[in-house]
């Protein structure tokens, strides 16, 4: 294993040795090279929050029970780490995810941001975003966040019916989740996200369209919309199964999705991303970076990292996170470096998540490849489809082919 | 060696009687192999064979015997085929045999193979003897199967033998019976060599091993031999006997059986049930009954990936050294590609060679339905054979269509006799038989369309008879059938490799049938598809599969990327081995679907 020496790497030239190569590869490279700063631009930094009051049915995040001496060592081995990687650089957000981040003391947050601050070089105007449930969202404790520097709030409310977010083991009531709401606003939050789950079990169009119009009626300045992903082993499978539970048909799931958009359009929101809508300004710098080749540095137990066409992850389980760094070794637990292609393919396939699409002039000349020539025939069979659009400039997903995603984005991996 | 003590028997049974623990029970009393070196069921040399237990390929082992206050004897043991798809192979190693032990399960009675094998052993004129197996089982009944061995088979089973091979017991009974009551050789040791091939294979080492079966003569390294239907002549290299490792001697004489290497390059050359003779005083005739195996059941084999063509090819023609009763020639179909259109003795004979490919050559395959061969009279009064439904001509010219029947024996508790009448009816059966035998069984005899025992009357006979039918059957001529060709499209696109030849009056049921059964295996995609059934241009069925409306990953778990990436590949990986026709794409299981569409 290697120490823990300072990483992420500075900027600049890096072998691209990794994956597939060709015959054009050192030509690419100089391209890279050139650019390499660029297309970073500033860092984002992702701090992991493995914790939990209580573990949701449907959850497959990196997660566990919460308990205040392991959060203790936790949070000194999470300070040690941002400490190591005094690797500088501008960062313009910081993302606090979980996890439940709001299981972390107003003091901790304040403590972490300002590692963070002396590790790299923070923007003044960095976005700070973190994430929490309403059951930990009192006033008190968000007005302590506010003060820490947490400058946007992404609330996990899931749904706004009671009947659903227990389905769901969820800890909060829908009365809860308006209460933390509006605590959050007096707390001084002008930049709240609501994070919202659609084809719930038992869910049916009519009740998400109430759940998105008590959204619409707190007027957060954004929002995330995720379709239930329900993993294999999912306890709330089983839930389901005893409780006769079922979800919508695929076709309905689709009908919801398109129905929550256009209900959220016209209440001034603009769909962004995928799963994201926001009020005019209000995107989110952070998650932004994932879909537009952007560069993050994540921090804690089973963080990603993408910086300089290497992408790394550290060990998932938290107890041997800690006991790496504390041990003075890098909890890195595996290691690429993207060849070129991968880099280019990432950035085709991400960009098309964001509704203004991918600049595809942009990517040949950073990557050297030529999109038409080497992926067209798929392409256009895409277009046929109605799936996606070409202005020559940028290629971008239409209303329908959004829901089919996964369908274009195959034609780049 | 004095033919007076060598005895050449076979075990005949129906499948799972246990012929293969006796003859392992065999080899531990001979002392042939130490109980060291025994492997279950050591004749069944194929991973396959073991594993399906039965039998593909015949053997023969040289096994020393003294029975107690007797002279040493030889006894050889040739095992013989126990699926209906390899009967030629069966007559070939009876007739090279004296006798045969008929072995039956004691709480299963007489089956329909077992009735088959001792007809074909009453007809080389074999002395056969009765033995009870498995008498140790709960269910056992000796009593009873001894009646059905004499009421059905019409065997004297008075001096019966009782026998529990699992267990040891009665099998040194049934090698002192085979001394005593097969009759030995009777060849002319002095006569030109006159040798029967009931096996061959081919060792990558030595070329092809030659099983023979010495009728008069001697046969020694460095003679020079003739084989009697290709007429090509050899020089002996080696003579040997297997016990059950191979051995060299120095020579075979009539009576004996062993094999012979003689630089043959391939089995073809050195066909089962040809007459193996010395080149300069040959016998006066070849030894009766040789006719070459023609292969039956016929199915397309293709790549999943299409760089592998040239893999599969390879790996074809190496089953082929091996194997003179299979036969393949490229084929192209636009749905699936390059690929071979492959002939079999039978469906068995298909799956065996399909599973080598995948398991010792790693094949990724796609087979589509098996079919039989037609035959086709033009209006222009010519007649083929057509061994695939693309290669049937237009309606327009064809003046007859015939396709091949077979004789079918189906023995039956007589509980089941209403539901197996129905099932021959439905599959365009003719009655030829119908008698009701002791014990409560039926034996049933029926004409069938070949391609209807094919497709699924097995499957459904063992379902509607709870397992009890069993069932004997060989192809036995050519009938007139009003016969079409169903083809399938998608999305205006014909599939070829669905296209199925049909009976005009079930046309109509198996296209709708097909159109359904596709419509639940081809999954949504980016736009609707339609599905459509024709025969001669109409469209009997149609069926549609709706457009796609969601495929969409939902969260980043952080900026996991790599996560993202790895489910679009694997999402691709599955479309990938899916075949593109037009713009659809349909899996695998599609081209098999044929096969499963229920008629009714």
Redesign the interface.
């Known amino acids: 294993m290697a120490p823990l020496a300072a990483q992420p790497v500075p900027p600049g030239v890096r072998a691209v040795s990794a994956g597939r190569t060709s015959g054009a590869e050192p030509l690419a490279s100089a391209i890279i090279s050139e650019s390499a700063a660029a297309s970073g631009g500033p860092l984002g930094i ?1 701090l ?1 929050i493995p914790f939990c009051e209580a573990i949701c049915n449907y959850c497959n ?1 990196n997660r566990g029970l919460f308990r205040t001496d392991t959060k203790r060592r936790y949070l000194i081995a999470l300070a040690r780490e941002i400490e190591s990687a005094r690797a500088g650089g501008p960062v313009d957000s910081v993302f606090f ?1 979980g996890g439940t981040p709001s299981v972390l003391d107003p003091g901790d947050v304040r403590a972490l941001i300002a590692r963070c601050g002396s590790s790299f070089t923070l923007d003044p105007g960095a976005e700070v975003t973190l994430e929490a449930n309403p059951e930990t969202a009192s006033r008190e404790r968000l007005e302590g966040y506010r003060s820490a520097g947490v400058t946007r709030l992404s609330l996990g409310v899931q749904s706004f019916r009671d009947a659903e977010l227990r389905r769901l083991g969820r800890a909060h009531t829908a009365a809860r989740a308006i209460e933390a709401f509006e605590s959050a606003r007096s707390a001084g939050f002008d930049d709240i996200s609501i994070d919202l789950m659609t084809w719930l079990p038992e869910q049916t169009v009519e009740h998400w369209a109430e759940t998105l119009d008590v959204l619409i009626g707190l007027d957060p300045e954004h929002a995330s919309l ?2 239930l ?1 329900l993993y294999p082993n999912a306890p709330l499978r089983e839930d389901m199964a005893r409780g006769g539970w079922a979800q919508a048909p ?2 309905v ?2 009908e919801m ?1 398109l129905a929550a958009l256009d209900r959220l359009e016209t209440a001034g929101y603009a769909h962004y991303e ?2 994201n809508v926001a009020k005019p300004g209000r995107r989110c710098r952070h ?1 932004l ?2 879909w537009s080749d952007g560069a ?1 540095v ?1 921090f804690g137990c ?5 910086r300089d066409g290497r ?1 790394w ?1 550290n060990v998932s389980e938290t107890e041997s996170y800690m006991a790496r760094v504390a041990d003075g070794v890098s909890p890195v637990a595996h290691e ?1 470096v993207l060849s070129v292609d991968e880099r280019a393919t ?1 950035t085709l ?2 960009g098309l998540r964001l509704t203004e699409g991918v600049d595809v002039p942009a990517v040949e000349r950073r990557y050297g490849v030529n999109v038409w020539e080497r992926w067209g025939g798929e392409l256009t ?2 277009v046929e ?1 109605g ?1 996606l659009e070409d202005d020559s400039e940028r290629l971008r997903l239409t209303r329908k082919g ?6 274009v ?2 034609v780049f ?1 | 060696m004095d033919q007076r003590y060598i005895r050449n028997f076979s075990i005949i049974a129906h499948i799972d009687h246990g012929k293969s623990t006796l003859a392992d029970r065999f080899l531990e009393i001979t002392g042939a192999l130490r109980p060291r070196e025994m492997e279950a069921q050591v004749l069944d040399s194929m991973d396959l064979e073991r594993e399906r237990g039965i039998t593909i390929k015949a053997h023969s082992v040289r096994l020393s015997y003294t029975p107690e206050g007797g002279a040493p004897h030889i006894l050889n043991l040739i095992d013989t085929p126990g699926h209906v798809d390899f009967s030629y192979e069966v007559t070939r190693a009876l007739t090279a045999c004296e006798g045969a032990v008929l072995l039956v399960d004691a709480s299963q009675g007489v089956e329909a193979q077992t009735v088959a094998n001792a007809y074909l052993a009453v007809d080389q004129n074999l002395e056969i003897l009765p033995v009870v197996n498995k008498i140790d089982l709960p269910g056992a009944q000796p009593g009873e199967a001894i009646r059905q061995i004499e009421e059905i088979v019409g065997l004297d089973a008075a001096d019966a033998l009782l026998a529990s091979a699992k267990e040891g017991a009665g099998a040194r009974a049934v090698l002192d019976a085979v001394v005593a009551r097969v009759p030995p050789p009777a060849g002319e040791r002095d006569g030109p060599l006159k040798a029967l091939i009931f096996d061959s294979w081919y060792d990558s080492y030595r070329g092809v091993v030659v099983l023979i079966r010495v009728v008069d003569g001697v046969i020694r390294p460095k003679m020079k031999v003739r084989l009697m239907a290709r007429g090509r002549h050899y020089e002996v290299e080696q003579v040997g006997v297997f016990s059950p490792k191979p051995v060299v001697v120095s020579q075979l004489e009539a009576g004996e059986v062993g094999f012979v290497i003689a630089g043959i390059k391939t089995v073809s050359d050195a066909q089962i049930g040809d007459t193996l003779t010395e080149a300069a005083r040959p016998a006066r005739e070849p030894c009766a009954g040789f006719t070459e195996m023609k292969p039956m059941v016929f199915a397309g084999l293709y790549p999943v990936e299409g760089h592998q063509y040239g893999d599969l090819r390879e790996a074809l023609q190496k089953l082929r050294l091996n194997d003179a009763s299979f036969f393949f020639e490229p084929e192209t179909s636009t749905a699936l590609g390059f690929g071979f259109r492959c002939g079999f003795l039978g469906l068995l004979h298909l799956e065996i060679i399909q599973e080598r490919l995948e398991r010792e050559f790693g094949m990724d395959l796609v087979t589509t339905a098996p079919g039989v061969l037609y035959r086709v009279t033009t209006t222009a009064g010519e007649t083929f054979e057509v061994d695939s439904p693309a290669k049937l001509p237009d309606p327009g010219v064809i003046a007859a269509l015939e396709e091949p029947v077979v004789t079918a024996m189906i023995l039956t508790p007589s509980d089941y006799v209403g539901g197996i009448l129905q099932l021959c009816q439905e599959k365009r059966g003719v009655q030829k038989g119908l008698e009701y035998l002791a014990s409560n069984r039926v034996m049933i005899t029926y004409e069938l369309p070949f391609n209807e025992v094919v497709l699924d009357f097995y499957d459904k006979l063992k379902t509607l008879s709870r397992g009890y039918a069993s069932l004997d059957y060989h192809v036995t001529g050519f009938w007139t059938s009003p016969l079409v060709k169903l083809d399938l499209q998608v999305n205006g696109d014909p599939v070829d490799a669905l296209s199925v030849i049909v009976h005009k009056e079930t046309a109509y049921t198996r296209g709708r049938g097909l159109a359904v059964k596709l419509r639940k295996l081809i999954p949504r995609q ?2 609707e598809v339609a599905i459509q059934a024709t025969v001669g241009g109409r469209i009997i069925a149609r069926e549609s599969v ?1 457009a ?15 996560r ?2 790895k ?3 694997k ?2 990986e599955g ?1 990938r081995r899916m075949k593109r026709v037009g ?1 659809v794409e349909i899996p695998q299981e599609a081209f098999l679907a044929v096969l499963t569409v229920d008629s009714e």
């Open positions: 992702y992991h995040f995810g995720y379709l992903e695929d076709d799931a689709a999705y995928i799963s998650n970076k994932y993050w994540g089973g963080a990603h990292s993408t992408r992850r690429q990432d396939f991400l069979r895409c489809a799936l959004r829901l089919l995603a996964s369908e984005m195959q991996v | 980016m736009f709706k796609l409306r969601k495929n969409v990953l939902a969260k980043c778990y952080g900026g996991d990327i790599t993202k990436r489910l679009l590949e999402q691709k479309k713009r």
